[in-house]
């Protein structure tokens, strides 16, 4: 049978099958799609229309594999995932219902519905880190979906998660939100006295931190932290000046376990790890407390110099830059070291990107090449020579990865495409690595890009009909398909894509 004789006869039964549809002939709409399964085991409609029948009869056990596969024929579409995410937040399955619900915000980020269905699965499975930015976002979208998950999650003792946004929807005016708002304060100041009593003051500062987002014009929150953290913060300074670095750094820890939004402790273990050449030990310290804190230019000049003792040459690098940057006056007395280290480290980073590249992680070394290109620190010469290195070596470990079918290389194409947009190759390997996936939309945008840079290649037009052709969109298809005929009119595949695009539409 021939290729084009095939997808006549592939769009005859689809008509039909859509007729069918239309007539509400769901038994006898299941035989022809399980019959074209058969001989096109991939068929997309095939596969869309079994999932509808089966969702439509509420029986999704039956369903489920169906918009599985839907998720690998396409990819882009958000339907599978929705219903995916549904039939797993019903079986209370909380982990692939939160996978399924984040793979479709990916694609439709407005999605109220799928928004409480990520944030029940984040409160059920108690990841607290992530709790909060869900949430807020509910809140932006349909606050009154919100308030349930406010309450559950006091409930099951993650009020830190989500104590900001409901404080910001108090804000804004929401009665529920403030009455909560209240209550919850109470609660917390409540069960912090319950603790203290107990001697747990880790606890007890738990509840006083709550307390303190959720009442802010109250200093009593703050205020018992102080209190809370004294006695650590003290012993910490006491062991730090008689050179007793491991007792200073665990009293350190613990002040910050109380009250994280101080710096001393920070600098305390910094300085103290540094001092016992534990040089990432002191930089995870201080990150964490720059993360913390306002960006002190004390806290900031530790940290790049732990960064750059540890290696993290690139984070040194910005750290000595925000130095000199401050109009603090306290920069001005460490503005001749931070200038040093802005004028050597340049250089290394140079030297560490081309290692990397060379022989060791090439990812990383895309990320210090570009800030570096963006930086305009350097000269010409050791620009050149960076972006040959880069280049070159790029590209063969991408056809490394390409060859291997190693989908990992695509964080490294899309990072050579960002630091050398003018060089096609990168955007041909994932081009043709996004086709490889399925994953159409994001291919016909790299095609595309590549039809602007030179609108005569064929390989390019073939490429962009095929990315538009395989995620249906038909207009598009025939058009890419018209402009790859004008290039090669006798081009068969080309033909194929307009007619299927033109009979389709």
């Keep these: 049978m021939s ?13 039909e099958m859509a007729a069918v549809y239309r007539e509400g002939d769901l ?20 596969h869309r229309y079994l999932a509808r029948i089966y969702t439509n009869r509420h029986e999704p056990e039956q369903a489920q ?15 599978p995932y929705l219903q995916l995410a549904r039939i797993e937040r019903r079986k209370r399955n909380w982990e692939p219902a939160l996978r399924h619900a984040q793979e479709l915000l990916a694609r439709q980020p407005d999605n109220t519905e799928i928004r409480t269905i990520e944030l029940e699965a984040l409160v059920n499975l108690k990841k607290g880190d992530a709790i909060g930015e ?6 932006e979208a349909t606050p009154e979906d919100a308030m349930p998950f406010f309450r559950k999650a006091f409930t099951v003792d993650l009020g830190d998660a989500v104590a900001a946004p409901l404080r910001a929807l108090a804000d804004s005016g929401d009665e529920e939100a403030i009455k909560l708002c209240a209550e919850q304060s109470e609660a917390q100041r409540t069960a912090a006295a319950r603790h203290e009593i107990q001697r747990n003051p880790f606890r007890a500062a738990a509840c006083y931190r709550v307390m303190r987002t959720l009442d802010p014009s109250s200093g009593f929150g703050t205020s018992a932290l102080l209190r809370l953290r004294k006695p650590f913060l003290e012993r910490a300074r006491e062991a730090y000046a008689e050179g007793d670095d491991k007792r200073a750094i665990s009293h350190a820890r613990n002040s910050i376990k109380i009250e994280p939004r101080e710096e001393e402790p920070y600098l305390i273990i910094g300085r103290s790890a540094l001092r016992t050449d534990e ?6 310290a201080l990150r964490e407390g720059l993360m913390a804190n306002e960006h002190t230019v004390w806290l900031t000049l530790n940290y790049a110099r732990a960064a750059e003792r540890s290696e993290h040459l690139l984070e040194a690098f910005e750290a000595y830059s925000a130095v000199l940057a401050s109009d603090d006056p306290e920069a001005a007395k460490h503005a001749e070291e931070a200038q040093r280290s802005v004028d050597r480290l340049p250089g290394k980073l140079v030297s560490a990107a081309v290692s990397d590249i060379r022989e060791g992680n090439p990812v990383a070394a895309i990320e210090t090449a570009l800030t570096l290109q963006q930086s305009g620190v350097l000269d010409e010469k050791a620009a050149e020579y960076l972006r040959n290195n880069v280049v070159t070596h790029g590209q063969r470990k991408l056809r490394e990865f390409y060859d291997a079918g190693d989908r990992t290389g ?3 194409g899309r990072g050579l495409m960002r630091f050398a947009p003018d060089e096609p190759y990168a955007f041909r390997v ?76």
């Excluded at 040089?279 to 995870?284: D, G, L, N, S, V």
């Excluded at 890009?449 to 005569?456: C, F």
């Excluded at 058009?479 to 299927?500: C, F, M």
């Design 3 to 15: 290729d084009v004789f095939q997808s006549s006869d592939l769009i005859d039964r689809r008509q």
């Design 27 to 46: 038994d006898r709409l299941e035989t022809m799609a399980r019959a074209l399964l058969v001989e096109h085991p991939d068929d997309i409609e095939a």
């Design 65 to 79: 594999p169906f918009w599985e596969r839907l998720t690998e024929l396409t990819p882009e579409e958000p339907e």
């Design 134 to 139: 869900a949430i807020a976002r509910l809140v």
């Design 279 to 284: 040089p990432q030990i002191a930089y995870e």
């Design 410 to 412: 695509l964080a490294l």
């Design 430 to 505: 994932v081009g043709r690595m996004l086709l490889r996936d399925r994953n159409y939309g994001e291919a016909a945008e790299v095609w595309g890009a590549l039809v602007d840079q030179d609108g005569e290649n064929v390989e390019f037009r073939l490429n962009l009909a095929r990315s538009l052709q395989r995620m249906g969109d038909k207009p598009g298809a025939a058009a890419a398909a018209t402009e790859l005929l004008r290039l090669d009119p006798e081009h068969a595949e080309g033909k194929q894509i307009l007619e299927s695009a033109t009979v389709a539409a």
